[in-house]
Structure formats: structure tokens, C-alpha cells
């Protein structure tokens, strides 16, 4: 980037960066997590022999998201130690969780030009894929730097983004404007991106990832387990990723839902852990009998919810329930992805905010696999009807199955893109 714009973000990132890592530290106090390898948030760590290839996926749902290509990398590349750094500890054990010791999982650094070179310096980079929407300048000029060639893979930007973006467009435009490689989700992000100075050229529509999902054979079994555990003659329905102010809607429809099917069973899931206590007092005060997943214990007759209280789980309670609720919709977050549960053959729900995964909503809604309610008495009346109807669920399950399996082949089309990068590395 210009000198004038690296000097200027530079000063507001070393004036920011004290503030972050306090928030972090303070964090910390509830998710210990947090406190982890802290140094690695300063690009400290051990160096990697041979060079590697990196992939940044910010949080949990962006390591999902990844989760199918970091697995065709080191099935092409098993000679090539892969990093994938992440920003969160939630993060860092999905990932942990998802890849073992075949992959050497990291706290992305600060974008701070010291950080950077440290991180680069120890990891040495091959090649740099960057999931979705993460824009880090001086991150991106050591890339460049050291003429490592840096690929946004299965990549979004909302409107929102866009208009952010612009207002420092000087920064963001050069940011992009040398040899970073845009494989954008969809036509209209490819735009987005070039609107905010990604070079037409180097833009390219391969499409999401997410579609690319595969279910693995221990997720159906440990589904079974857990459907067992809890009765199999009970409905079972699973709100996945849910956000302060939803889970009241969500409680309330659950009620609603008893006077028709008494013992029908939520198992509730907070998109973020440090939630995962918050909200288990928040039931204690309501009154509400539940069961802590992570207990491993039967929800007797008297338990109407199942918290979900550990990182990791959600895809298994997908695989044992009758109905999946995507979250973040009945507030306005933007949803979260829909994709995990359909590709498990779920029939779907959500609310009216899925900003975040338009086009993937749209193709569900679509096709009949995905229905949008608005309030917790008409998402009682849908759950009622589904329950009580194995076809219908069976129909939108079948839905949900084709609309994936019609939509994959965006990892195909990135890889076309990566090989001859790694190639030439």
C-alpha cells in the first residue's frame, strides 16, 4: 500500500491494538481460551521447516466453512506442513477438533507490521488462503512482500461491507490491488469486491465452499447415540447458534409447541461459549428443567431442554433431531449457516435476518427445504405440523439433500486456482 496509507493505518493499529488485547485478556476471565499461546497474537510461535501453506478461517463457522479444503490440501500437499490460524478459541478447538495433529492451528496475529513479520517469518507461507471476509493491510503487504501469493477463497462482502470498505477506499483498494486473488462465493460479491478495488481480472466466481460439506459416517453414529440417549419416541427439534433475545422467542415457541406434543424436547445451542453458563442460569431463573449436553446424562421426563454447552457438538445433535432452527435469523445478526444441517438432511426453519448466507438461504427457501417464520407462535405451528408428519419432514430433508448436491463443485474450482500457485511457489 501507499506509504501515507500504511503510515496512517499503522499509527491507528498500534493506538487500537493495546485496547484489543486487554479486551482479550479480560475475555479471558470467562473463556480462559483466551489466555492461550497469547503471545501467538504477536506472531510468536515455533518455525516450520519446510514452508507451509496457510489458511485463515476467523471463528468457528469459518473453520467449518474450511474444513473441506484444509482436508484436500493435505491430501494433495501431505509433504507441506499447513497452518490455520484462527482468532478465536472457540475457533482454535473446532479446528483441533476437525484435523488432530495434521494441522498446526494458530492465533491469527495482530495486524501490526512487526506481528506480521514474525508470523511470516516463523510459519513461511507458500501460499495464503483467506476465508470469506478478512481484510488485514499489513498482513497482505508482508504476503506481498515476500511475493507470497494470497488467495480470498470462497469470498463475501455484504452490502454493509462495501460501504465501509469504500469509505477508506485508498487503504482497502491497494490492499487488494496487488496479485491477491478473489474466488468470490457469487456474481454479486465478485462485484462488491471490484467495487471496492479488487482488479477484474484477478475476480473470480467459484463459488461457496459450505456447499461442499460432507458428512462424516461418526456424525450419523454419534446422532444415533444421542437420540437414544434421550428417548426415541420423543420429538426432538435443535436451535442451532442461537443470540441473546432469540432464545426468548425460541423458549416461548417451545411452550407453545408443548400443548400440542407435551414432551417434545430443544436442544439449545449459544453461538458463542462464553454464553453456554449465562444462559444455563437464565433457564434456572425461568424454571426451566433442562439438561447440560456435556453432562452425558438422559433428559428425564420432566427436562424440556438440552443445552448444548460444548464447541464441537451441534453437527451430532443436527444428526439426532427432527427439525434444525438456524440461528441468528429472529434477530438481526444475519444468520448463521444453514448448510451443515441440510447436507445432514434436516428439514429447516429460521428467521427473517439470514443476511449472512443469502444465496444459500434463497436456494433452500426455494426449493421448499428452508421456511421462514417471524415470531414464536408461527414457529410453534410450523414445529407442530412438522413433527407430526414424518412425510413432510422426509420431503424437505430430500429438499435440503439435492439443493447441496446440486450446488457443490466450488473446492473443484479454487484448487483450479491453487495448483498452479503452489506449483510455481
Same mark, same amino acid.
Given at each position: 500500500?501507499?506509504?501515507?496509507?500504511?503510515?496512517?493505518?499503522?499509527?491507528?493499529?498500534?493506538?487500537?491494538? *493495546?485496547?484489543?488485547?486487554?479486551?482479550?485478556?479480560?475475555?479471558?476471565?470467562?473463556?480462559?481460551?483466551?489466555?492461550?499461546?497469547?503471545?501467538?497474537?504477536?506472531?510468536?510461535?515455533?518455525?516450520?521447516?519446510?514452508?507451509?501453506?496457510?489458511?485463515?478461517?476467523?471463528?468457528?463457522?469459518?473453520?467449518?466453512?474450511?474444513?473441506?479444503?484444509? %482436508?484436500?490440501?493435505?491430501?494433495?500437499? *501431505?509433504?507441506?506442513?499447513?497452518?490455520?490460524?484462527?482468532?478465536?478459541?472457540?475457533?482454535?478447538?473446532?479446528?483441533?477438533?476437525?484435523?488432530?495433529?495434521?494441522?498446526?492451528?494458530?492465533? @491469527?496475529?495482530?495486524?501490526? *507490521?512487526?506481528?506480521?513479520?514474525?508470523? &511470516?517469518?516463523?510459519?513461511?507461507?507458500?501460499?495464503?488462503?483467506?476465508?470469506?471476509?478478512?481484510?488485514? *493491510?499489513?498482513?497482505?503487504?508482508?504476503?506481498?512482500?515476500?511475493?507470497?501469493?494470497?488467495?480470498?477463497?470462497?469470498?463475501?462482502?455484504?452490502?454493509?461491507?462495501?460501504?465501509?470498505?469504500?469509505?477508506?477506499?485508498?487503504?482497502?483498494?491497494?490492499?487488494?490491488? +496487488?496479485?491477491?486473488?478473489?474466488?468470490?462465493?457469487?456474481?454479486?460479491?465478485?462485484?462488491?469486491?471490484?467495487?471496492?478495488?479488487?482488479?477484474?481480472?484477478?475476480?473470480? @466466481?467459484?463459488?461457496?465452499?459450505?456447499?461442499?460439506?460432507?458428512?462424516?459416517?461418526?456424525?450419523?453414529?454419534?446422532?444415533?447415540?444421542?437420540?437414544?440417549?434421550?428417548?426415541?419416541?420423543?420429538?426432538?427439534?435443535?436451535?442451532?447458534?442461537?443470540?441473546?433475545?432469540?432464545?426468548?422467542?425460541?423458549?416461548?415457541? +417451545? %411452550?407453545?409447541?408443548?400443548? +400440542?406434543?407435551?414432551?417434545?424436547?430443544?436442544?439449545?445451542?449459544?453461538?458463542?461459549?462464553?454464553?453456554?453458563?449465562?444462559?444455563?442460569?437464565?433457564?434456572?431463573?425461568?424454571?426451566?428443567?433442562?439438561?447440560?449436553?456435556?453432562?452425558?446424562?438422559?433428559?428425564?421426563?420432566?427436562?424440556?431442554?438440552?443445552?448444548?454447552?460444548?464447541?464441537?457438538?451441534?453437527?451430532?445433535?443436527?444428526?439426532?433431531?427432527?427439525?434444525?432452527?438456524?440461528?441468528?435469523?429472529?434477530?438481526?445478526?444475519?444468520?448463521?449457516?444453514?448448510?451443515?444441517?441440510?447436507?445432514?438432511?434436516?428439514?429447516?426453519?429460521?428467521?427473517?435476518?439470514?443476511?449472512?448466507?443469502?444465496?444459500?438461504?434463497?436456494?433452500?427457501?426455494? &426449493?421448499?427445504?428452508?421456511?421462514?417464520?417471524?415470531?414464536?407462535?408461527?414457529?410453534?405451528?410450523?414445529?407442530?405440523?412438522?413433527?407430526?408428519?414424518?412425510?413432510?419432514?422426509?420431503?424437505?430433508?430430500?429438499?435440503?439433500?439435492?439443493?447441496?448436491?446440486?450446488?457443490?463443485?466450488?473446492?473443484?474450482?479454487?484448487?483450479?486456482?491453487?495448483?498452479?500457485?503452489?506449483?510455481?511457489?
Amino acid at each position: 500500500m501507499p506509504v501515507r496509507y500504511r503510515l496512517i493505518y499503522g499509527a491507528a493499529a498500534y493506538a487500537l491494538v *493495546p485496547l484489543v488485547a486487554l479486551v482479550m485478556l479480560w475475555r479471558g476471565v470467562r473463556e480462559r481460551g483466551y489466555w492461550r499461546d497469547f503471545a501467538q497474537r504477536f506472531g510468536v510461535g515455533r518455525t516450520l521447516t519446510p514452508s507451509s501453506i496457510w489458511v485463515h478461517a476467523v471463528s468457528v463457522g469459518e473453520v467449518q466453512a474450511s474444513s473441506a479444503l484444509v %482436508r484436500e490440501l493435505i491430501a494433495r500437499y *501431505p509433504a507441506t506442513p499447513l497452518v490455520l490460524t484462527t482468532a478465536t478459541p472457540a475457533g482454535a478447538a473446532r479446528a483441533r477438533a476437525l484435523f488432530g495433529t495434521q494441522v498446526d492451528v494458530r492465533f @491469527v496475529p495482530f495486524d501490526l *507490521p512487526g506481528a506480521a513479520r514474525r508470523f &511470516c517469518e516463523r510459519v513461511r507461507p507458500q501460499l495464503a488462503l483467506i476465508m470469506e471476509t478478512e481484510l488485514w *493491510p499489513n498482513l497482505f503487504h508482508e504476503c506481498r512482500a515476500r511475493g507470497v501469493p494470497l488467495v480470498l477463497a470462497s469470498a463475501r462482502l455484504s452490502p454493509r461491507s462495501v460501504a465501509r470498505y469504500r469509505r477508506f477506499r485508498g487503504l482497502f483498494a491497494d490492499t487488494l490491488a +496487488h496479485g491477491v486473488i478473489v474466488a468470490a462465493q457469487t456474481t454479486a460479491d465478485a462485484e462488491r469486491f471490484r467495487a471496492v478495488g479488487a482488479p477484474a481480472a484477478r475476480t473470480h @466466481v467459484t463459488g461457496n465452499l459450505k456447499f461442499d460439506i460432507t458428512v462424516a459416517p461418526e456424525v450419523r453414529t454419534r446422532g444415533r447415540e444421542i437420540r437414544a440417549l434421550h428417548g426415541t419416541g420423543r420429538s426432538l427439534w435443535v436451535a442451532g447458534s442461537t443470540h441473546a433475545r432469540e432464545e426468548d422467542i425460541l423458549l416461548a415457541a +417451545h %411452550r407453545a409447541l408443548q400443548s +400440542h406434543n407435551p414432551q417434545a424436547l430443544l436442544a439449545l445451542a449459544p453461538r458463542h461459549p462464553p454464553r453456554f453458563a449465562e444462559v444455563a442460569a437464565w433457564l434456572e431463573r425461568d424454571g426451566v428443567s433442562f439438561v447440560r449436553a456435556s453432562e452425558h446424562k438422559a433428559a428425564d421426563a420432566g427436562a424440556c431442554v438440552l443445552l448444548i454447552d460444548s464447541v464441537g457438538e451441534l453437527v451430532n445433535y443436527y444428526a439426532a433431531g427432527d427439525v434444525a432452527f438456524v440461528g441468528g435469523t429472529l434477530v438481526p445478526i444475519g444468520g448463521h449457516n444453514p448448510l451443515e444441517p441440510a447436507a445432514i438432511g434436516m428439514p429447516l426453519l429460521c428467521g427473517p435476518h439470514y443476511a449472512n448466507s443469502q444465496e444459500a438461504s434463497e436456494l433452500l427457501i426455494e &426449493c421448499g427445504a428452508l421456511q421462514v417464520v417471524r415470531e414464536a407462535d408461527e414457529l410453534a405451528g410450523r414445529l407442530a405440523s412438522l413433527l407430526a408428519d414424518p412425510g413432510d419432514r422426509e420431503r424437505l430433508a430430500q429438499a435440503a439433500r439435492a439443493t447441496i448436491e446440486r450446488n457443490r463443485g466450488a473446492l473443484e474450482r479454487l484448487m483450479a486456482l491453487i495448483e498452479p500457485l503452489l506449483a510455481s511457489a
